[in-house]
């Protein structure tokens, strides 16, 4: 079955110091979600992406979709307090299903 | 409108016990679905339902029952609680399609003794 990985599991920065989460998929992927969990909250979501090679940035989020459509990446500029919590990429599994990476857990050092 | 709401928010139960956990949406939406999240596992997902009066198994579904009578309800039965079952379960809602959005419910926090 899809397998989804996402690295790394945990990471500490510096506040103002930039942040990057990777998700990589065994199969080609008809498109990729990105959700924002802060702690003791639920999942948000952030964003889509279904093109080939496709960038979308959000203000200091950038969020990439590989060439082959196997990975992604979310990459934050001088990280603020504000984006500390666990990020998850999402993958489709047909029209009804999504499978969730491990997630990314983001802490900020003031 | 409420989105996602999930009752309880809390509970402790004793090995052996069962329960009921509660998702109801207001967005009409088709599809619901129940995950459980375990540290360091993400989001693992039980049972979903495609519609009203449908459901099927999803990655983790032994030990779990659920039931979509009415199009807004989603319900999570566990017959039987066990301590592998303390987690914390989302419920989430979304329309069909391929790709939409996934609206989560606030969780509930379930301590299995």
């Known amino acids: 079955g899809q397998q989804v990985m996402q690295i790394p599991q945990y990471q500490h920065v510096q506040e103002g110091e930039d942040f990057t989460t990777y998700c990589n998929s065994s199969?080609?992927?008809?498109?990729i979600q990105w959700y924002k969990q802060r702690p003791g909250g639920h999942p948000v979501f952030l964003i889509q992406?279904?093109?080939?090679?496709e960038v979308k940035k959000q203000k200091r989020l950038t969020f990439q979709f590989g060439e082959a459509k196997k990975n992604s990446s979310l990459h934050i500029t001088a990280t603020q307090t504000t984006d500390v919590g666990t990020y998850f990429c999402?993958?489709?599994?047909?029209?009804?299903?999504?499978?969730f990476g491990t997630g990314t857990k983001l802490q900020v050092i003031p | 409108n409420a989105g996602v709401t999930q009752t309880p928010k809390f509970r402790v139960l004793k090995t052996g016990q069962s329960m009921t956990l509660l998702c109801a949406q207001d967005?009409?939406?088709?599809?619901m679905y129940w995950y459980r999240q375990d540290p360091g596992m993400g989001l693992r997902l039980i049972h979903y339902?495609?519609?009203?009066?449908?459901?099927a198994k999803g990655e983790v579904p032994d030990g779990y029952n659920v039931s979509r009578l009415k199009k807004q309800n989603f319900l999570l039965g566990l017959e039987s609680a066990a301590p592998s079952q303390t987690s914390v379960y989302f419920c989430?809602?979304?329309?069909?399609?391929?790709?939409?959005?996934?609206?989560f419910g606030p969780g509930t926090r379930l301590l299995v003794l």
């Open positions: 339902s495609v519609g009203e009066g449908t459901t």
């Open positions: 999402a993958m489709s599994l047909g029209y009804q299903k999504v499978t």
């Open positions: 992406l279904v093109k080939s090679g």
């Open positions: 199969t080609t992927l008809s498109n």
């Open positions: 967005m009409n939406h088709e599809y």
């Open positions: 989430a809602s979304r329309p069909p399609g391929l790709g939409e959005t996934q609206y």
